[in-house]
């Protein structure tokens, strides 16, 4: 018991030595590696604080402006020849509309010989008005006319016979002179008499209403049995030869755009059908409440022309070489109308233009482009000048086609 207790003595002291290079060990690995730590976080904070305070290279200033810029779709819009067309609506109506009636000093109607839509001659008779007084008053003229020719004939035989007389002396040159003035008065009577009765006769021949010129008679306002005289109006109205004219309404600044000469298609409302015509004359004037005026296109005779009906007219007004953009392209404030064009260095640069015809393709730049440049397709109201952008080329047909759907 006591030699146990002896050598647990002994031993301890040659222990305690091996454990305590233990722990020396252990506390200098752990500074080595705190060390390690402290130096790598020391390095790592110098080189954000280098990195912080190094002046950006233009490479790296160039990467920075190419991330930040935006992409947008640009068009080189180049030269398209399009034909100018002013869309205008209007009445059609007679180019040279006649309106007759009672030349004379009327009475009752006795028949009506034609109906609106029938075809007349010069001189035609449209209407008969009742002459059964006229016609007396015209066989009691021609009455007188031969009583007066009685006279005249008279007249000269008496005078025949005192120049037989006057030879041998029974007769005066004095009463010669009596007779021959008597004959001369009794033709006299006899002329005065016959233009008395031309007179009656023109003044009956004006009871018939006739048409003052060959055309298509457009309206008819009377019947048989009425009573019509020179303050009766208009009876009928005809057109002179059937030619017909669309009125078609225009703004001043169209107008100004027409010629005389050109052509337009006319379509009535309620037909598809289009007929081409020409402007023959251009309203010299401007209304001054809707500022518009009007151009008169000559259209021949076709029964789908109905004067006093509405139609659309699309007027050709010459053509134009010129770029033509999308609407999304073109941007508009109070300095007027304008485009974004991409210059080389990839910034965008605001240009005015001036705007022309709205086709199917798009709206024509008359003013401001020469087609070769790079201009913003869309997203330009978010775009300011100088602002550099990334371009992406889009064809000019399928922007039109997006731009238009």
């Not at 309620?270 to 008169?296: C, H, M, V, Y």
Request: no cysteine; proline share 4%; aromatic share 4%.
């Amino acid at each position: 018991m006591n030699y146990e207790t002896t050598i647990r003595a002994g031993l301890q002291p040659a222990i305690e030595p091996a454990i305590g290079d233990g722990d020396f060990g252990q506390q200098s690995g752990g500074r080595g590696r705190l060390v390690i730590v402290a130096v790598l976080i020391a390095l790592a904070l110098g080189l954000g604080w280098y990195f912080m305070h190094k002046s950006p290279t233009a490479t790296d200033a160039a990467a920075g402006r190419s991330a930040q810029a935006q992409s947008v779709s640009v068009i080189t819009p180049g030269q398209t020849r399009v034909t100018g067309s002013i869309t205008a609506s209007g009445t059609i109506a007679a180019r040279r509309e006649m309106p007759v009636g009672v030349a004379g000093e009327g009475g009752r109607v006795v028949s009506v010989l034609v109906d609106a839509g029938d075809w007349v001659q010069a001189g035609q008779v449209l209407a008969v008005v009742d002459r059964s007084v006229q016609a007396q008053q015209i066989a009691g003229q021609a009455a007188n006319i031969e009583v007066q020719r009685a006279n005249a004939r008279i007249a000269q035989a008496n005078l025949d016979r005192a120049l037989k007389l006057v030879e041998r002396g029974f007769i005066s040159k004095a009463d010669v002179d009596r007779l021959m003035a008597t004959r001369d008065a009794a033709v006299a009577q006899v002329r005065v008499a016959s233009a008395a009765l031309d007179q009656l006769r023109a003044s009956t021949a004006r009871l018939n209403v006739v048409a003052p010129a060959a055309g298509l008679v457009l309206t008819r306002g009377v019947e048989p049995g009425q009573i019509v005289s020179p303050g009766s109006g208009v009876l009928f109205r005809i057109a002179k030869d059937g030619q017909l004219e669309m009125q078609a309404r225009l703004a001043e600044n169209d107008l100004a755009r027409l010629a005389v000469g050109q052509s337009a298609d006319v379509t009535p409302v309620g037909t598809d059908k289009a007929f081409t015509g020409q402007i023959w004359q251009l309203s010299p004037t401007i209304d001054a409440q809707t500022r518009e005026g009007i151009a008169r296109i000559a259209l021949a005779y076709d029964r789908a022309l109905r004067p006093g009906g509405f139609a659309s007219a699309q007027i050709r007004s010459g053509s134009v070489t010129a770029p033509v953009l999308p609407e999304s392209a073109i941007l508009s404030d109070q300095q007027g109308p304008f485009v974004y064009v991409v210059g080389q260095d990839n910034k965008v640069v605001r240009r005015a233009i001036k705007t022309g015809e709205v086709t199917a393709q798009g709206i024509v730049v008359s003013d401001g482009l020469a087609g070769n440049e790079r201009i913003v397709l869309r997203a330009g109201g978010f775009l300011n000048p100088g602002d550099v952008v990334r371009p992406v080329t889009a064809s000019a047909a399928a922007s039109a086609g997006r731009a238009g759907s």
